[in-house]
């Protein structure tokens, strides 16, 4: 007969991505009591691994740019601030949209430089300088903000969990959580395929599979899993300058530098919004 095990904590931490490591490292630090990390799979599994990794603060409201700008001076300085390699890379970013949207781009730069964020306005000579391989047209106006820039996502994810583990939080891998655990009124712990694990509070950190755990309390979150389409493309061979991130939201698109010579590329449109998958068995290629 199989022992199944009985696990008690003070905080339980559902998905290996970088939220759930990063909130494992910063409770460790905090040395809240007992930190156990549950990941069905492998670290940054999940969209973490995925990720674009774009690092920015143009965002259009006050709350989501200021903490995009409290998040990038964590990424700047992270050897210091977490532990392990560095991960940032600074670019900067055009940001591109259409003459008519002109006022919306004003009012979110106007929202930003409030905040102390580096962003303007600026010409299609401006960008060209930028970027030589840059070219805006006549309809078209930018935006450059200076301090943006991408990251290593699954070294994040990496180093995170080396933190907590450095601090004692426990990362155990090849854990599913199956079941909350509801007892008077209050979540009381989680069944998984290895056993109980009660806790005192419980962070679900499961992006698109958080709907599914909460759907038999009878919380509708209103999170679908999308198969968001991404390509990998050659730099031309006069591509001779490092480049930008960029956010083209005419032709709806975002790309960026990648490793070696080749750029990711993906849409900015959500059209995939409509078609939601099942995020344990879609195509990933």
């Not at 691994?49 to 903490?67: E, F, P």
């Not at 655990?181 to 958080?210: D, F, M, Q, S």
Request: glycine fraction near 8%.
């Amino acid at each position: 007969m199989e022992e199944r095990m009985n696990t008690t904590c003070d905080v339980l931490i559902v998905g290996g991505g970088v939220m759930g490591t990063s909130v494992a490292f910063h409770l460790a630090r905090r040395k809240v009591g007992r930190v156990v990390l549950l990941e069905k799979s492998h670290l940054a599994a999940g969209s973490s691994g995925k990720s674009g990794a774009i690092i920015r603060q143009h965002y259009s409201n006050v709350l989501t740019a200021a903490m995009a700008q409290k998040s990038l001076r964590v990424f700047e300085n992270f050897p210091d601030v977490v532990g392990g390699p560095v991960v940032f890379t600074h670019t900067g970013m055009a940001i591109v949209v259409n003459q008519r949207d002109l006022p919306g781009l004003e009012a979110n730069i106007a929202l930003q430089q409030g905040l102390g964020i580096r962003v303007n306005k600026i010409t299609a000579q401006e960008l060209t300088e930028l970027d030589p391989n840059a070219h805006l047209a006549d309809d078209e106006v930018a935006a450059f903000e200076s301090e943006a820039g991408f990251v290593e996502a699954v070294q994040v994810v990496a180093s995170f969990a080396d933190a907590a583990r450095q601090r004692k939080a426990d990362i155990r891998l090849g854990v599913e959580v199956r079941s909350l655990i509801v007892e008077k009124e209050r979540i009381a712990g989680v069944e998984t395929n290895e056993g109980t694990y009660h806790c005192r509070a419980l962070v679900l950190c499961t992006g698109p599979w958080a709907a599914a755990l909460l759907k038999p309390l009878r919380i509708d979150l209103p999170v679908r899993a999308c198969r968001t389409q991404v390509a990998l493309f050659r730099k031309p061979v006069d591509y001779t300058r490092r480049g930008l991130v960029y956010g083209d939201f005419v032709q709806q698109i975002y790309f960026k530098p990648t490793h070696g010579e080749m750029l990711h590329a993906g849409s900015l449109a959500g059209e995939e919004a409509e078609n939601p998958v099942n995020p344990d068995h879609y195509p990933e290629a």
